[in-house]
């Protein structure tokens, strides 16, 4: 299927991928209190730009492949996953042996799980104990599992058969979630328990990266509507709709849990609900969010027409190093005593360096560089088989 833009990166979704990270980021400062459902719109658009990339491929006439589709994705993520990882380790060591806090070495055991892209599945096992350096990269191991599945249904099912299961995810979500609930209660584990391996345990998730697939599947179609009288009735009907998703929200949470005043909104929205209604439908405004978005983007509406704005988008191309940065960062903002207008500039002008630095001297060198090596070895491969096939003697 071809798309319609040609372009490899749509600034209006560069500059979601920004606002999201910076949600996020406010949300650990303390200062929104929503925010942590980025890291479903973060889902959503993973499953938009992939399917969108190995669409383009498609078009371009590069028969997309597992082996290239698994490199291009480790290109991408693993030389800052693997940095984060290892400036961790190094950091745990110093606070054990530099400052006598040996404590800090029991946080070695998150490694094996860290490098597996299994760390999602490690924080849903009861007992779990946070630490800053590694605590929020059980979405990267979300994310990771997704990679790992979603090219083998993309290249191996026919493309009709292959929509209707990305329909199916989407409307199965929110059952997924309950039965998820519903098994783990059964086997006694606690409230907080069950909420947390429903927010972990990737299949409760699938929902998101298969609606972010599907609009990418029909970006044709929804691009025709620019300029219509229906693109017109969505700038103010999904806005609606996701508005109405959300009073439902409030009106569940709050039947259920004693609130009063201003606390009504951060109950109905706490991070990793612990009410039923909280995990089937919260998460459910954070994908259909984020997939309306998207929607409105492609669509040309100009209520969002700010989001491919400079600052967002140069935002958003550095979103993934300030997604991994801003959480071990946390201690400068937490030691200067939070909320401060000082603290919160350390804070944040410190994670965006971080970003900007390994964004430059990182992540793209390292990618490149792979890329190289892989393309080299391509060709290697390809004359090694050239000269066996004209010399039948050749080992």
């Not at 299994?118 to 605590?135: D, H, K, S």
């Not at 009907?237 to 849990?257: E, R």
């Not at 939070?338 to 944040?348: D, M, N």
């Amino acid at each position: 299927m071809e798309t319609r833009d040609n372009q490899a990166i749509i600034p209006g979704v560069q500059g979601l991928r920004g606002l999201t990270a910076l949600a996020v980021i406010l949300f650990h400062m303390g200062w929104f209190w929503c925010g942590w459902l980025g890291v479903w719109v973060f889902f959503t658009v993973s499953g938009f730009v992939i399917t969108r990339s190995l669409l383009r491929a498609e078009a371009a006439g590069r028969a997309p492949s597992l082996i290239g589709f698994y490199k291009a994705r480790a290109g991408r993520i693993m030389p800052l996953y693997l940095a984060a990882v290892g400036i961790g380790v190094v950091a745990l060591c110093v606070q054990a042996r530099v400052f006598g806090q040996e404590q800090a070495l029991g946080f070695l055991d998150h490694v094996p799980w860290l490098l597996t892209g299994t760390y999602n599945v490690f924080r849903a096992i009861p007992g779990y104990e946070q630490t800053e350096l590694f605590g929020h990269l059980w979405s990267l191991s979300v994310e990771e599992q997704f990679y790992l599945l979603f090219p083998i249904a993309f290249l191996g099912l026919r493309r009709t058969i292959f929509s209707w299961l990305l329909l199916v995810l989407v409307a199965l979500g929110p059952l997924v979630r309950l039965v998820t609930h519903l098994v783990f209660s059964n086997l006694g584990w606690t409230t907080s328990d069950v909420a947390t391996a429903v927010y972990q345990l990737t299949f409760n998730h699938l929902d998101a990266f298969a609606l972010g697939s599907l609009i990418a599947l029909h970006e044709d179609r929804v691009r025709g509507w620019a300029g219509s009288p229906f693109a017109s009735r969505l700038t103010w009907l999904i806005p609606v709709i996701l508005a109405c998703i959300a009073a439902l929200c409030v009106v569940l949470q709050n039947l259920q849990i004693p609130t009063s005043g201003k606390d009504i909104l951060t109950d109905a929205f706490a991070v990793k609900p612990e009410l039923l209604s909280g995990q089937i439908l919260v998460y459910a405004l954070g994908s259909l969010g984020a997939g309306g978005l998207l929607v409105l983007i492609l669509s040309g509406s100009g209520i969002l027409r700010w989001l491919a704005s400079d600052s967002l988008v140069r935002l958003g191309t550095v979103s993934y190093g300030l997604y991994v940065w801003h959480f071990p960062l946390l201690w400068i903002y937490t030691d200067a005593g939070q909320r401060t207008l000082v603290a919160a500039g350390l804070y944040v002008c410190a994670t965006l360096s971080c970003a900007l630095l390994s964004h430059r001297f990182l992540e793209q060198p390292a990618r490149r560089w792979l890329e190289e090596r892989w393309a080299s070895a391509d060709v290697n491969r390809g004359r090694s088989l050239t000269s066996g096939d004209q010399n039948p003697a050749h080992p």
